[in-house]
């Protein structure tokens, strides 16, 4: 059993940054896939980013390639998310997920997720 506490959601300007942060409880947590995805009002849940149990096997949307960046801590049980050059259309809510099967690559399917946190708000303006 996981336990998962999204923190670092806001309100930032377009262009600006942002850390999301998962903390996360259960002895095997580091033997996770963790994951992070988004949801916008009146729009499906949205893979954005996923990272393996050993720090590898990295994933990122399309959309944001090059802007946003997985990391995690497993000494702290904390998977990060850097999020720069934000936009509006990045505003959503976050939610934090993980699962217990290591597949190559990662699945990048909400349905693929075994628990999830209740997410954090993202809120980009222009």
């Known amino acids: 059993q996981v336990q998962l506490v999204e923190s670092g959601g806001g309100l930032v300007q377009a262009g600006g940054s942002l850390r999301l942060s998962c903390s996360a409880s259960g002895r095997t947590y580091s033997t996770y896939t963790m994951g992070w995805f988004r949801q916008a009002p009146g729009k499906e849940r949205e893979f954005v980013s996923v990272?393996?149990?050993?720090?590898?096997?990295?994933d990122y949307a399309g959309s944001v390639k090059g802007r946003f960046t997985i990391s995690r801590d497993d000494g702290k049980n904390t998977v990060y998310l850097q999020m720069n050059s934000l936009k509006p259309e990045d505003t959503a809510i976050y939610y934090c997920?993980?699962?217990?099967?290591?597949?190559?690559?990662?699945?990048?399917?909400?349905?693929?997720?075994?628990?999830w946190g209740k997410g954090t708000l993202v809120t980009v303006s222009s």
């Open positions: 997920a993980a699962e217990g099967i290591h597949r190559f690559p990662p699945c990048v399917l909400p349905s693929c997720m075994d628990y």
């Open positions: 990272i393996g149990w050993s720090g590898g096997n990295i």
